[in-house]
């Protein structure tokens, strides 16, 4: 069939391309933090408690949380075409519009988070909290440390879904249009989570547990790649359609060819990492290399989580409805 | 109240480009942007060839996902006329009903930084005009009415032919009818 | 009002339900204002008639704020009857266009080099009469030759003629109609006009042969071919190429290019023999049918096949469907016929069938010319007899009053039968009109004085020695338009806003310049306004209703199909069709269209066609910002088959090179299956070379260029411009 369109929008054509690196940036950070959030809130949870003493991640994480957050925030609010009306966000409720209630919900998790940092701040930082209502509110918030910890969990896993469903909720585009995606995009955003935990976390225990975690994750996230492309593979051929830039190796997908392989042996290798990792007494002592190792094979679940939100975002563009 | 809908007869449409270039003067549209364009398909091989030309727009969906993505309820569903349309005073540019519309009838204006779209021209029907791009068809391929009105020409040639939609099965109801083939005559 | 708010302030108001956000204070949404306020908002509409194209479509210009900031359809008007077509839409490109002429130029460089000065009205006009008076005393006011087309012609040819010189040359004759017009004239005796009279919108079927309507965009035309397709009339469409009329047809027929005749033959062929004309109708307005019995025997379906590339089935198929179908069919004769040189002989083929089905003056076929009258204008004072007889007709029989323009070309390379020294061109760029430009540029070469009038820097504009600004149709007056069609009506042009910039109506163009000439006799109006009031006056028309209306019909003036006591009138000499052509016998031409077979390309060749595209108007729109956007490079269309075995795809880019190796690129390429594999094609009036024109210049390949070759009519002096063969060569 030939096929000749006159009056085309600049926006789409040849593809359509609204969002780019910027909003990909955002659901990454966005996951991140929301991960973050809950691997701190497990952190305090956990073995009730035992984790936290003498452990540094205990209050770095929580307070990594809104400063990722909120660069992510920036990534997005450069995005907006139209930035004086952005409060106009908060002067309604859509509840069809993932961009709705996403907006609220960051508006929640914001102070959500800051009450974490408050709440988990040794009291030898207290000083970098100027006033004194603050270091009251941070001392009388350390008594329900485990509440706000379970608020946060919550409300982790709520953006982690959240930065998966802003895109799955088009029915025009077969490629997001999935509702593995928001799994995935949870999946991919709490083991980055747990990656940064490993980073962080100063004890062995700590990098251990994560450890531990962040396989029964990546091991999630691996299920649910596949059967996410085999979903979009078996369903119309729209949505067939929409996963050809990742399978079609050619040079004008590039890209999208580079990111599957890429992940393809990103994360097998990570997971082979972890694996040797947790042998039982493989580990005793936090050796260099020992620290190498792990800090290696984070840094490439954050990578690996960064690529799928990259490749999502720009393949999901090339996708159409027919 | 008056359910506004637009039929195309893709017989009669000759792709002269009339209907772009009035819509883009009406309504004053940045260049290289369009609210309506003209879609040429070929199929076959010479000499069996069939060629099926059409105009395309907003469909003023009754089921409408940009309205739905929208967060700040600057895309709305006019409930009296049915005509999907837009507050721009109240639209951030966030770009998800871009996004949302199988259509691709959305843009960003360059001048104005916000969304933009297909009216149906409600500034000239309010004035009892037909949207510019009806007016002005060369071919008569696009005909403008109220589906509550039995007599509009709408109500009749949906009556008189069968029609069909753009993206059925996207679910969005679209307001916009495509007359591709004549009832055989009797 | 005119301070009521900006364009772009109404356009907030009015484009949307609530105003831009910037606005949002300052202004309310429409629904909000006034209807005083809505009104001063809603503009002013200014009655006129278009002139993207030639076919005069009455158009409203709406202006708000001393901008004119849409156009819109007349409904009162024949031709366009309440719609516009891109193109008339696109109006506003051409009024806003940043490349127009601003100001007269004078030649500052060599001839063509585009190097010029600004200069007042009064200088350039002066020098253009200096310059004319001395040609007159050098070589007779007979050297100075109009190329026009147009409404600039009824203000330049007066002028022309006042001055003394017969020689006029319009390519809307050599280039396009003239043979048509040419061969109603010997058969009917007058031609189908322009809008054609074809009553498609009441056919039962419709025959097109090259005549790609929905590309050639005229609007009743148009409106009436979809019609015909809404009425669900057979649509028969011959073209080696899958128009988009070819899109709407029943019957496609890919014919070989250059082989029409053989068609047209064969269809008169069956219809003779099978005794399916329509004898009666004959019998009252047709001469020559017994001299047709036994001419056509030859002419069988099989042996048509093999000329066209067509089936005999298909053509049997398509004749008997005329035959049932008749008189109801509309037969088109074509607009753009200069083929192949032999273009007056294939239209009187038309013709011929045209009469058989008895279509002429038929429901469904052709109606008639409207024959209401308006009283004589006053004679002006008459005009000086030329000193020397007019060479534009170059001894041609039939070439028509609108001169031949090749042939005042090639006198003005020859010098003979005199010379001509001197061009007035305006409203027409010749380099993109005339076959093989060399000639053109060479011709040009050899004059002592060009000067043109336009409003855009064409290429031939750029070889002017003065160039005058004139302003667009929309800021200014012109003839009225007597509308001939059905009815009688008349339509008037008027500006909607002043002259921009140091531009000037070319009423005012002329009458200035017969003033500085001496002529200004001819010209006895203050302002135009006056002479087309005047000529109201004359007429008995209520010249304020046709400045508000745009159109005034003549009341009873509809004379459509014949009946009793309404006759068909032909102004032959038998005073009836003339079939068989005793005037053509008489000049030694065949009385009788017959086949003479045209050169077919070799293998590795093809025929180069050209055509339009519905956003443009040759190469006057190309700059066009609107319209530029929409289709702003032509392209070359090639089967796919020869494209694989050459080794080229879609998009790729290629140059061209022609029999005369002549090498032009480069073009990109539009592989597709609608078209014949011995052809190209592509859509004509680009590869501008003005670099002036920011948008046009050198985007796609100018056909014209590669047009080297062409073969003159010998009956009309018209030039078949569609025998030139290419060759293919890919560029990096």
Known sequence: MEVTVTGLNALAFPHMHIWDWRVALYLFLGGLSAGLAVMAAVLHLRKNGELVEGEAASWIAPLCVPVVLGLGMLFIFLDLEHKLNVYRLYLTVQPLSPMSWGSWGLLAFFPLSALFVLATLPERLYGWLMLDSLRNLARRLTESVRIIAFINLLMGIFIGIYTGVLLSSFVARPLWNSSILPVLFLLSALSAGAALMIIVSRSLAAKLFFTKLDIFLIAAEMTVLPLFFYGQYTSSSAHRASILPFFAFTHEYLWFGSAIILLGVIFPFALVLKLLEIREGHVTALTPAVLFRMNLSAALVLLGSAIVRFAFVYAGQLSHYL | MPRYAMVIDTRRCISCMACVVACKAENDVAPAHFRTRIREEISGTFPDLRAETRSELCNHCDNPPCVYNCPTRASYKNEETGMVLLHKNKCIGCKACIAACPYDARYVDPVKGVVDKCTFCDHRIAAGKQPACVATCVGGSRVFGDLDNPNSSVSILLRQHPSEVLLAGAGTEPRVFYIKHYRTPR | MKNFCSRRQFLKISGATAAGWAMASALPPWQMLSAAEIAAAEGRYVATYCEMCFWKCGAFAKVVADKVVKLEGNFLHPHSRGVLCGRGNGGLGLLYDPDRLKAPLIRTGERGDGKYREASWDEALSLVAEKMGKLATDYGPESLALFTHGSATSHFFPLVKAYGSPNVAMPSFAQCRGPRVAAYDITTGSDIGSPERLDMANSKMVVLLGSHLGENM????????????????????????????????????????????????????????????????????????????????????????????????????????????????????????????????????????????????????????????????????????????????????????????????????????????????????????????????????????????????????????????????????????????????????????????????????????????????????????????????????????????????????????????????????????????????????????????????????????????????????????????????????????????????????????????????????????????????MVHGFGLQSERLSKAFNRGVSDQELISKYVVDPIAGTTGMRVNFVRLQKEA
């Open chain 3, 218 to 681: 005229h609007s009743s035309q148009v409106q009436d071919f979809t019609q015909a397709i809404g009425n669900r009339a057979k649509i028969v469409v011959v073209d080696p190429r899958f128009s988009t009329a070819a899109g709407k047809a029943d019957y496609w027929l890919p014919i070989r290019p250059g082989t029409d005749m053989a068609l047209l033959l064969a269809w008169t062929h069956l219809i003779l023999k099978n005794h399916w004309y329509d004898a009666a109708y004959l019998e009252a307005y047709a001469n020559g049918l017994e001299e047709m019995i036994g001419q056509y025997d030859e002419y069988t379906p099989e042996w048509a096949a093999k000329e066209t590339d067509l089936s005999p089935a298909v053509i049997i198929e398509t004749a008997q469907l005329m035959a049932k179908n008749a008189p109801a069919v509309a037969l088109h004769p074509g607009r753009h016929v200069t083929w192949d040189g032999q273009d007056v002989q294939r239209s009187r083929a038309i013709i011929i069938l045209q009469a058989l089905l008895g279509t002429w003056g038929r429901k469904g076929g052709i109606y008639l010319a409207s024959k209401a009258k308006l009283p004589p204008l006053p004679a002006g004072k008459a005009y000086p007899k030329p000193g020397r007889p007019a060479l534009n007709r170059g001894g041609y029989p039939f070439a028509g009053g609108e001169g031949v323009t090749n042939v005042v070309r090639a006198s003005t390379l020859s010098g003979q039968p005199y010379p001509i020294k001197g061009w007035f061109v305006s409203g027409t760029n010749l380099l993109a009109a005339l076959p093989n430009p060399d000639e053109t540029r060479a011709a040009i070469k050899q004059l002592d004085f060009l000067v043109a009038v336009d409003m855009m820097p064409t290429d031939t504009v750029v070889h002017a020695d003065v160039i005058l600004p004139e302003c667009s149709y929309l800021e200014r007056h012109d003839s009225i338009a007597q509308l001939r069609g059905r009815d009688l009506r008349l339509s008037i042009r008027q500006p909607a806003i002043e002259p921009l910039y140091n531009s000037k109506p070319g009423w005012w163009i002329a009458k200035e310049l017969s003033r500085k000439l001496g002529l200004e006799a001819y010209f006895p109006w203050q302002t135009y306004a006056e002479k087309l009031e005047e000529d109201c006056l004359a007429w008995d028309i209520d010249f304020d209703e046709l400045k508000e209306k745009g159109v005034v019909l003549i009341p009873n003036s509809e004379n459509a199909y014949i009946a009793p006591g309404n006759p068909p009138v032909f102004k032959t000499a038998s005073k009836k069709i003339e079939l068989y052509s005793e005037e053509l016998e008489l000049l030694d031409f065949d009385p009788l269209p017959r086949y003479v077979r045209n050169e077919q390309p070799q293998a590795d060749e093809f025929r180069l066609l050209y055509g339009r595209s519905p956003v443009h108007t040759f190469s006057r729109t190309v700059n066009n910002p609107v319209l530029n956007e929409l289709f702003s490079e032509n392209e070359l269309w090639l089967n796919p088959r020869p494209a694989a075995k050459l080794g080229l795809k879609n998009g790729d880019y290629v140059a061209l090179v022609n029999q005369d190796h002549i090498k032009k690129g480069h073009i990109r390429l539009k592989v597709t299956e609608r078209i014949r594999e011995d052809c190209v094609y």
